[in-house]
C-alpha cells in the first residue's frame, strides 16, 4: 500500500464514493488539483490508487500527494469523458497528459445573406450563417477557396444587397466586375436564382458531394455542344478538369465508406502521437496529427480515449463508425468502434498509421525530443499560467495615455510577439473626442478605436491586453470592449505603477507577482515600452507646436513656409542660428530676408 500520512482521511472519502460513471480530481495540500480522472465507477477506480504499490513512480509520488478528492457523477461514460477532457485542459493538472495542441481551426463559411458571399474564418458566430469544417489543414482550405473562386464568380464586397436596392440601381460597379472576378449582382447583371445556384454547387463540393456538382456540369457542356456553343462549353470543360484534380488530391478510398472517422496511434517512452483521418463519400478530406506528453506512464489505451475524445469534440465529429487499431473499452451512444482486419477499410487504418509514423520521424528529424523549450515559448507558457489566461499571450497590446497638464494628449499602443517586442505594428494615437487630462476616457477612445479597426480589417485579436494603469483605466478599456462585443474574446489586465499590482476584471483584489517573476518582468517591460512610445511622440507634438507658436509670430510667414523650416532645422534655435543664404534655400529671398531680421533685429540694433 501507498504511504500517505492523510491515508485514514482519503479511506473515508473512498467508502463514500458511488458506484456510478464519474470524474474524480485529486488535490495537494495547496488545494490545486493535480490529477483529473473518469472512471465506469467512481469507487473501484479511485480505491486502486491506495491499495498497491504501483509500477510507475510518477504514479506513487502523485499519491503521496493526494491531501483531498472530490468527484462529479455524472449519466454515462461518454459524458464522464468529455467532463474530463474539459478539467485538464482548464486547470492542466500536474499530472495530466498535456495536449500540445490548442489552435482554432479554419471553418469555410457561407454568410446568411442575399447574394451570400463565401469566407474562410476562424470564429463562429450564430447569425444563421452555414459553417463548413473545421479543416484542420489550413492548405486543404487554400486549395477548396481556390477552386471555388476559380469556378465561380462570387462577390467579395461588403455591401448589403437587396433586390430593392439592385432596382434602385443603389449600387455601382466595381473593379472586381472589370476584372472577371464577378458577374455585378450589384447591378442586376447576375440574377438571385443563378447566384444562389452557384451557392448550391459551392455547398455541394464542401459537403463532400462532388459528384453531384459533376454530373450537372456535364449536362450543361452537353448542351452547349449541341447548340454550337463551344466556347461556354469549354469553360464548363475547365471547371470538370479542376472538379477532377481536387478529387484526387483527395484521396479516393471507396464510395460506399461514408462519415467514418479513423484514429490509430504510436507512443514511445515520453510521448504518444495520434492521427486522424476524416472520410466522407468515399474521400479523405480532413487529416490531423497531435502528440499527447506523457506524465504517469498512461497506456495507448487511455492515451486514445482520450484523443478521441479531444479531436471528436473539437471538429464537431457526428460520424457514426470509428476505426480503430485494436479493442477499446469505450462506448459512445450510436457510435460503433471496428477494428477493421481486411479490404479497404484496413487500408485506411494503415494509411492512418502511415501518417503518425511520419508525424513522429519528422518530429525527431527536427529535435523536438531534444532541444529544450525555447526562452520565448517558456515565457508566454509561464504567463498563461500566473495570470490564469485561456489561451497562451503570444500576441500582446499593451496601452498608455500622455500628457501634460491637458496639453497635446496622445496614447500608445506597443506590440509583442512570443515575449518580444514588434515594432512594425506599434501604434501612436491622437486623442479626438477627449477635452483636457482625462486619463480614463482617453483610454476608453483609443481602445474602441483599435479594435474596431482590426475588426473592420479581420486582423488577428491579442490573447492578451495589459493596460497601464489601475481599476480605472482597466474599467475604461472594458467599456469598449463592451461596446465591440469583444468582452471575454480577449483577456484584459492593468498594472499599477506604485506597487505593480495586477488587476483582472471584476475582482477587487489584485494579484501580486513575485518581483524575479519572468511574467511581471514582461509586463513591466511592455509599459516600459509603451510609456517610452508615447512620451517620445508627445515630445514631438509639443515641440512641432512650441515651434510652429513661435514662427507663425513672424509676419508674412504661413503656414506652408513654417512648416518647411520645421522639415529643415528642427528647432527654433536652430532657425536663428541659420544664415540668410541657408533660409534663402528653404523659403526664397524675400521671406528668409523677413525671417533673418526678425530673429536678429535686436542685435543689429545694438551694433
Known sequence: MIKNKNIDYLKTLVAALPEEPGVYQFFNENKVIIYVGKAKRLKRRVASYFNKVHDSAKT??????????????????????????????????????????DKSFPWICIKKEEFPRVQVTRNLVKDGSEYFG??????????????????????????????????????????????????????????LGDYDSKIADIRNILKGNIGSVTSVLKEKMQELATDFKFEEAH????????????????????????????????????????????????????????????????????????????????????????????ELDLSIQNVRFIVPQRGDKKKL??????NVKYYRLEKLKKGDKTIKQTHADRIVETMKTDLRLKDAPVHIECFDN?????????????????????????????IKTVVGANDFASMEEIIYRRYKRLLEEEKSLPQLIVIDGGKGQLGAALN??????????????????????????GDPYPLYLDKNSETLKTIQYLRNESHRFAITFHKQKRSKAFIGSELDKIEGIGPKSVQKLIQKFKSVEYVKKATLAELGIELGNAKALTVWKYFNESSLLKK
Open 235 to 326: 469553360v464548363i470543360k475547365e471547371k470538370l478538369e479542376l472538379l477532377g484534380k481536387y478529387q484526387s488530391k483527395s484521396t479516393i478510398v471507396n464510395p460506399s465508406i461514408d462519415n467514418i472517422d479513423i484514429f490509430s496511434i504510436l507512443d514511445d517512452e515520453d510521448a504518444a502521437y495520434v492521427n486522424f483521418l476524416k472520410v466522407v463519400n468515399g474521400a479523405i478530406i480532413q487529416a490531423h496529427t497531435i502528440e499527447l506528453k506523457k506524465k504517469l506512464d498512461e497506456s495507448k489505451e487511455d492515451l486514445l480515449v482520450l484523443a478521441i475524445t479531444e479531436i471528436r469534440q473539437k471538429i464537431f465529429s457526428t460520424a457514426k463508425e470509428i476505426l480503430v487499431p485494436f
Open 349 to 354: 487504418l494503415d494509411l492512418s498509421l502511415r
Open 134 to 191: 473545421p479543416y484542420t489543414s489550413v492548405k486543404m482550405v487554400r486549395v477548396l477557396m481556390d477552386m471555388i473562386n476559380s469556378l465561380y464568380q462570387l462577390r467579395t464586397c461588403n455591401l448589403r444587397l437587396t433586390e430593392k436596392g439592385i432596382k434602385e440601381q443603389k449600387f455601382k460597379l466595381c473593379l472586381e466586375y472589370h476584372i472577371g472576378n464577378c458577374k455585378a449582382p450589384c447591378e442586376g447583371k447576375e440574377s
Open 60 to 101: 506513487n509520488i502523485m499519491v503521496r500527494k493526494i491531501v483531498d478528492i472530490r468527484h462529479i457523477v455524472v449519466e454515462s461514460e461518454e459524458d464522464a469523458l468529455l467532463l474530463e477532457n474539459n478539467l485538464i485542459k482548464k486547470h492542466q493538472p500536474r499530472y495530466n497528459v498535456l495536449l500540445k495542441d
Open 480 to 505: 469598449s470592449l463592451d461596446k465591440l462585443e469583444l468582452r471575454g474574446k480577449i483577456s484584459v489586465v492593468g498594472i499599477a505603477k506604485k506597487l505593480e499590482e495586477i488587476y483582472f476584471p
Open 402 to 430: 500622455s500628457n501634460i497638464q491637458g496639453t497635446n494628449p496622445v496614447a500608445s499602443c506597443v506590440v509583442f510577439r512570443n515575449a518580444r517586442p514588434y515594432k512594425k505594428d506599434y501604434r501612436h494615437f491622437n
